[in-house]
Nanobody, 114 residues
């Protein structure tokens, strides 16, 4: 399984970005997908997750501002981010759980300027 993340960039505070992660390979028995982020000097943290059935979950910092969605037919999981804050600056990673395995994308940089 390979994951390709895209959509990061530089945005001003209050702006929006949409991240996308497309998966390829043997995706039979996908269980859950998620977006994590890691800021400099900090641990990687969960931002939002979604099951293959579409049940989302959000970190408190993302609630009300971010929305995760998936398209099982296209093998994608997206993260729509709005009302971005400088503290959202980080490298964002997508993660898929397929059967008993965990796969990570390469990361995409999101920078929010004040």
């Amino acid at each position: 399984v390979q994951l390709q993340a895209s959509g990061g960039g530089l945005v001003q505070a209050g702006g929006s970005l949409r991240l996308s992660c497309v998966a390829s390979g043997n995706l039979f028995n996908r269980i859950a997908m998620a977006w994590y982020r890691q800021a400099p000097g900090k641990q990687r943290e969960l931002v939002a997750g979604i099951t293959s059935g579409g049940m989302p979950t959000y970190a408190d910092s993302a609630k009300g501002r971010f929305s995760i969605s998936r398209d099982n037919a296209k093998n994608t999981v997206d993260l729509q981010m709005s009302s971005l804050k400088p503290e959202d600056t980080a490298v964002y990673y997508c993660r898929w759980v397929v059967a008993d395995n965990i796969y990570w994308g390469q990361g995409t940089q999101v920078t929010v300027s004040s």
